[in-house]
Each structure stands twice: as C-alpha cells, then as structure tokens.
C-alpha cells in the first residue's frame, strides 16, 4: 500500500492548509473499510496524534487542534484531507497519514508544515 500526503508548505500564524493523503492503489472495497489517521512530529519530540476517522466517517480530534482541524475522506478518491485553519507556530511539524486495514499499518512519507510567527 502506497500513501501519498501532500499540501504541506511555509504560512503565517493565523493562516490555513489543507493536507491530503492519496492511496492511489487501495481496492476501493478495502479503503472504505480502513481507518485512517493524521499525525504530526516536530523536532526533537515524539510523533504524536492529530486526527482520527473512521470508516463510517466519525472523526476525533486531539485537544491541542479540536475547533481548528477538520478531517474527512472521499472514499472514490481514496483520499483523505486534513484542513487546518487558525495555524500556529506550534503546529510546525512533520505530518503524516496512517491507514489501519486488516490488522496493518501504513504510513505515508510525511509532508512538512511550517508555521511562522
């Protein structure tokens, strides 16, 4: 399985991006019934829990991103998205998706997000 994120980049604090993950390969019937996840690792600190969706589409969000992140999935695109409004330099990191199906994980290669004061 091949996951493919992208969006990352430099912005201002305050501003907005928008991450997708890409399973170009996933059976569809496969990918609708994967959850998925973000994740994020700064320097120096352990990759940690951003987001969460599952297969019926329900989302978790950790507290340091809840009323600024939102996450959802098209499944005919086998993509998944991560919009982030209101960015803080604290949210610079690296981000990542994961696919959980069948018992396995799958990580993408990460995209980085920066975020200036």
């Known amino acids: 399985v091949q996951l493919q994120a992208s969006g990352g980049g430099l912005v201002q604090a305050g501003g907005s991006l928008r991450l997708s993950c890409a399973s170009p390969r996933s059976i569809l019937s496969s990918y609708v019934m994967a959850w998925l996840g973000w994740y994020r690792q700064a320097p120096g600190k352990e990759r940690e829990l951003v987001a969460t969706?599952?297969?019926?589409?329900?989302?978790n969000y950790s507290d340091f991103v809840k009323g600024r992140f939102t996450m959802s999935r098209d499944n005919a695109k086998r993509k998944v998205y991560l919009q982030m409004n209101s960015l803080k330099p604290e949210d610079t990191a690296v981000y990542y998706c994961k696919m959980t199906r069948d018992g396995y994980d799958y990580w993408g290669q990460g995209t980085q997000v920066t975020v200036s004061s």
């Open positions: 969706i599952s297969s019926s589409g329900i989302t």
